[in-house]
């Protein structure tokens, strides 16, 4: 089993759509858990953190279930702009480890 | 502040050579990666440092060394190049703070070709 899976999609969507990715991992010690935004041809670039149960940051939310040991994050109105690949991060003792990511393609 | 920067940004080698990806940055983390990023097969860990002086192999270290003399620069350095070894590589650094790491910075990314 992978320490970290996500579904790698495709999601095609249309513009204003709620689309939400779910990841789960295998170490129930791991710490922090984060998502991360790369597109095409560049780095990852970090969206959200998550240290406890979720967080929000506008369109965004992050929410992580301990017990069962998955980390989701939701979009809301998607825009064009949020076309790219979401790499979700899970963090045990600064050991960091990272799904293969979710392609996401939002359509006019 | 020019955060994680890595040189070069392509690379084409022949099988056999040897060079180094460097790696520099200025926000003084103490904790540094490298890794390399495969189609469909997202980032793994080739080595990592929680400070100067201090290196550990990650989850694909064959092939690779590291060293840390100094907080700001972590090169890696691949011994005798091999197809297998094209890849995208990124570099890394982050922090904690009361053991919490805030996650990662990284790179612009080297691509590298081994022929």
């Known amino acids: 089993r992978k320490e970290v899976e996500q579904d790698p999609g495709p999601f095609n969507v249309p513009e204003g759509a709620t689309v939400a990715f779910n990841c789960t991992y295998s170490n129930s010690a791991s710490q922090s858990f984060f998502w991360y935004r790369q597109d095409c041809r560049k780095e990852p670039k970090l969206l959200m953190s998550v240290y406890s149960s979720g967080n929000e940051d506008g369109r965004f939310t992050a929410q992580l279930n301990r017990a069962s040991q998955y980390i989701s994050l939701l979009i809301r109105d998607s825009k064009l702009s949020d076309s790219a690949t979401y790499l979700c991060?899970?963090?045990?003792?600064?050991?960091?480890?990272f799904g293969a990511g979710t392609r996401l393609t939002v359509k006019p | 502040n020019a955060g994680v920067t890595q040189t070069p940004k392509f690379q084409v080698l022949k099988t056999g050579q040897s060079m180094t990806l460097q790696c520099a940055q200025d926000m003084n983390h103490e904790y540094m990666s490298w890794y390399r990023q495969d189609p469909g097969m997202g980032l793994r860990l080739i080595h990592y440092?929680?400070?100067?002086?201090?290196?550990d192999q990650g989850e694909v270290p064959n092939g690779y060394n590291v060293s840390r003399s100094t907080t700001e620069d972590f090169p890696l350095r691949l011994l005798s190049a091999a197809p297998s070894q094209t890849s995208v590589y990124f570099c890394?650094?982050?922090?904690?703070?009361?053991?919490?790491?805030?996650?990662?910075?990284f790179g612009s990314g080297t691509r590298l070709t081994v022929v």
């Open positions: 991060v899970v963090n045990h003792l600064n050991d960091m480890r």
């Open positions: 440092s929680v400070g100067a002086g201090i290196t």
């Open positions: 890394a650094s982050s922090y904690d703070t009361g053991g919490l790491n805030y996650g990662y910075t």
